[in-house]
């Protein structure tokens, strides 16, 4: 039989014995709901999923990376780098569950590496009361702080997409989540591991030697089978948002050797053992925030953290702009055998500027810079509605000139300008 | 013609009785233009006791001062908190503009401190916890602040009656309300509460500097269950920039099963 409008109108729509009891006291209402349900769009077409809803959604964004300087390692090509990137998204819901498919494409005109495809979600997800399962190809994001994403360990960082790792590969999942009084508890089986995606011999961004993404080296005798397993408790209490977890399995981040010839560098993919933590504080304008991890298995056992605040001036000299303040120390205590890390002991200052306005016009500037060192790291990204359904974003990154054997030498003819145009739909 | 003396007396004693209960009349109205207030507001806040929980989906049209048009919606689910001393939850769930789409707001509403709230980016599938002490901003660019249009609490006010006068169809008592809230934007707003329903029909808000900034006309009133009132038009216009945002919207559904734990954090990452 199909429901009634309300409950279309009301996916996902928990318990049904309420509203049919309302029903059988207001037998009007229940036809007028119905009615409104259809006349809002929401069809009725299957009568054994009456409670059904299929939504399409998604993006295709062009952006343009224009480099400002010639490049430093051969292969690399002087170009400026076009893409375009296709997300289409489709949910479809039926009683409290959904199906998820988001894949993604991304066409380069100048690094085929950076020419890819993922499946950012494909996964089936059951909501109850207190919990819910998800199973299939997911994305969990873990964390607070701004300027580096340490606790985020889940999924693989699709590094090829942003520098700035928050764009992230589909991890296989199995993932139960407790929603109880005294906290949330997430219990992950991950079967299967994706490997890092790392710029090809023509792109920028790269290390000297490019990275062979085709021939990575695996602690674990298993390779990419290896199942991972991670659990995590978060809690709300007052102030303070709270959460730990415990991760064991392949570490995202590999280390590099060099091949037999000294042309490529080849990923090392250990095991680990990871215990983390985020912190955060939040009291009137302040946000204090806190991440910290330890990890065995890389080298030396170490310890890093992401440590600092952030703080808004609303409505800045009677207008409706916002503007934060942002400042966090990064240390990171590996030694040379883990993988390499920018920021060991670092301090990020930055501004985030909020319009408020119509088209949602946002600014995030910052510097991370080593104050023993001088490696600087500079990056602005500014975005801003365009129309209803087109959107414009703008980055800028600019790298400091370091010594070959410093990290960040890698990048130092690197700096950009990016714009992207991006259609909603 | 005796009788006139002995009727002396007693209307000495009417006129000092009539005097005396036309000041203690006058010393209760001085006391009761706040007890008078509070009571209207409460009688209007009370009228809608017990609907547990709601869920809407609501248009919201912004118009700038030459007429250009944008528009958002957005869903709103709400969980009534019985306890006038405890805030209500809500959850705001934007559908368009198509860039936003997921994108969705978890308030736990306190009376007197600022609400527990996070923002969900379903892009990143990141939740973060924001800082809400400021309320008055414009909320997603539009005329409304957060503070003016999600459930305005009882105690979040004091109240003071200031008159009964017509408004459209319906007779209104007048009431001023003073924020109790600290960081408000506001030091003090106006409201004209209908005496047939007891529902809120106008609200004119004053700025830090006590200047008329915004005002509000609620309209459309609709009756749930036989028993509670929701208006479906609310047009805010801003008197300093001429803009205007109205939010239009559906019909409400009541009894839908929503509880606590569609109202936690970690439910967020169910939306999208």
């Known amino acids: 039989m199909c429901a009634d409008g309300s409950e279309l109108l009301n996916s996902p729509a928990r318990t049904k014995t309420p509203l049919m009891h309302e029903a059988m006291k207001h037998p009007i209402t229940t036809v007028a709901r119905y009615l409104i349900g259809t006349s809002l769009g929401v069809t009725c077409v299957m009568p054994v999923l009456a409670d059904s809803e299929m939504n399409f959604s998604g993006f295709l964004a062009g952006e343009a990376r224009l480099f400002t300087q010639t490049p430093q390692f051969s292969g690399q090509l002087d170009r400026n780098e076009y893409s375009l990137a296709l997300q289409p998204e489709l949910r479809y819901e039926f009683n409290d569950q959904r199906v998820t498919l988001v894949p993604f494409y991304r066409e380069d005109s100048l690094d085929e590496e950076r020419s890819h495809f993922d499946l950012r979600e494909f996964n089936w997800r059951k909501a109850g009361d207190d919990w819910d399962l998800l199973v299939g190809l997911g994305r969990v994001f873990w964390g607070v702080t701004e300027s580096r994403h340490l606790v985020d360990v889940i999924n693989q960082t699709d590094l090829v997409e942003n520098i700035d790792q928050e764009d992230k590969l589909g991890q296989p999942m199995v993932n139960l989540a407790l929603l109880q009084d005294w906290g949330t508890v997430g219990l992950f089986v991950l079967p299967g591991f994706r490997e890092r995606t790392f710029p090809g011999v023509r792109g920028r961004l790269r290390t000297p030697l490019p990275v062979d993404t085709d021939n990575p080296v695996y602690e674990s005798s298993a390779e990419d089978s290896h199942v991972d397993a991670a659990v995590r408790y978060s809690h709300v209490i007052d102030d303070w948002d709270v959460g730990i977890y415990y991760f064991y399995g392949t570490g995202r981040e590999p280390s590099f050797i060099g091949n037999g010839d000294g042309t490529r560098l080849l990923p090392v993919y250990s095991i680990i053992n990871q215990v983390g933590t985020d912190i955060q504080w939040t009291h009137e304008a302040w946000l204090w925030k806190f991440e910290g991890i330890v990890r065995e298995g890389q080298g030396e056992t170490f310890g890093a953290l992401v440590a600092g605040f952030e703080y808004t001036f609303y409505q800045i000299a009677e207008t409706a702009l916002d503007l934060g303040i942002l400042a966090e120390y990064l240390h990171d205590g590996r030694d040379e055998t883990a993988p390499p890390v920018l920021f060991d002991d670092d301090i990020f200052l930055g501004a985030r500027l909020a319009f408020n306005d119509t088209a949602d016009t946002a600014v995030l500037g910052g510097i991370i810079f080593d104050p023993s060192t001088t490696e600087k790291f500079f990056s602005l990204e500014a975005e801003r509605r365009l129309t209803d359904h087109i959107t414009t974003e703008l980055e800028i990154r600019v790298f400091s000139d370091e010594p070959a054997d410093r990290l960040l030498s890698s990048f130092s003819r690197d700096d950009y300008i990016q714009l992207t145009l991006a259609y909603y739909f | ?272």
Not at chain 2, 174 to 189: F, I, L, M, N
Not at chain 2, 196 to 208: A, G, H, K
């Open chain 2, 1 to 272: 013609m005796n009788s006139k003396p002995r009727n002396k007396l007693p209307e000495a004693l009417l006129v000092a009785a009539s005097l005396l209960v036309a000041a203690g009349a006058a010393i209760a109205d001085t006391e009761s233009i706040e007890e008078k207030g509070f009571a209207i507001a409460a009688r209007s806040d009370r009228s809608d006791n017990g609907f547990h929980n709601s869920l809407v989906e609501l248009k919201m049209v912004l118009r700038n001062a030459a007429g250009r048009e944008s528009t958002r919606s957005l869903a709103i689910k709400t969980l009534e908190k019985p306890n006038e001393e405890v805030g209500d939850k809500s959850l705001i769930v934007f559908d368009s503009p198509a860039d936003i789409d997921g994108t969705a707001l978890l308030s736990h509403a306190h009376i007197l401190e600022a609400d527990n709230q996070w923002l969900y980016l379903p892009a990143l599938k990141r939740t973060k916890r924001i800082s809400s002490v400021n309320k008055s901003g414009p909320f997603v660019g539009s005329e409304f602040a957060f503070e003016d249009f999600t459930a305005l609490e009882l105690n979040k006010f004091t109240y003071k009656y200031l008159r009964s006068e017509p408004c459209g169809e319906f007779t209104c008592d007048v009431v001023e309300r003073t924020p109790r809230y600290e960081h408000s934007g506001y030091t003090k707003q106006v409201s004209w509460v209908d005496q047939s329903i007891f529902q809120v029909r106008r609200v004119e808000f004053y700025d830090r500097r006590g200047d008329l900034l915004k005002v509000l006309t609620l309209g459309d009133y609709r009756q749930y269950q036989d028993r509670y009132w929701r208006a479906h038009k609310l047009s805010m216009v801003n008197m300093q920039t001429k803009k205007e945002t109205d939010l239009v919207y559906s019909d409400y559904t009541f009894g839908t099963g929503l509880d606590e734990g569609d109202f936690n954090k970690s439910a967020l990452r169910r939306i999208h």
